[in-house]
Nanobody
Framework: VQLQASGGGLVQAGDSLRISCAAS????????MGWFRQAPGKEREFVAA????????YYADSVKGRFTISRDIAKNMVYLEMNNLKSEDTAVYYC???????????????????WGQGTLVTVSS
């Protein structure tokens, strides 16, 4: 499985942006897909996750109500719609897959076994 994140860029505070993650591979049916981010000088942190089959979503408190994670099973795509962006949202955003069940917690990056290369989102204030 290969994951390719795209759609990052430079936006103003208050703007919206959608980033995407494309998955390639002969068969792609993960247990869960997640988005993480890493700001300059900080550790990578959990942003959002979605169960592949049921579509159940999970969010970090810092983005709840502003970000929406979704997936398109037919296209093997995962999206992160980000609204009302703030300067503190500036980071490299990574998509990740947990390809098998069970999973202790979706908030721990060590639980994910496939990672994309990241896409940079810069929010200017």
């Amino acid at each position: 499985v290969q994951l390719q994140a795209s759609g990052g860029g430079l936006v103003q505070a208050g703007d919206s942006l959608r980033i995407s993650c494309a998955a390639s591979g002969r068969t792609f049916s993960p247990y869960l897909m997640g988005w993480f981010r890493q700001a300059p000088g900080k550790e990578r942190e959990f942003v959002a996750a979605i169960s592949w089959s049921g579509g159940t979503t999970y969010y970090a408190d810092s983005v709840k109500g502003r970000f929406t994670i979704s997936r398109d099973i037919a296209k093997n795509m995962v999206y992160l719609e980000m609204n009302n962006l703030k300067s503190e949202d500036t980071a490299v955003y990574y998509c990740a897959a947990r390809t098998y069940f069970p999973m202790r917690t979706m908030r721990d990056q060590s639980e994910y076994d496939n990672w994309g290369q990241g896409t940079l989102v810069t929010v200017s204030s």
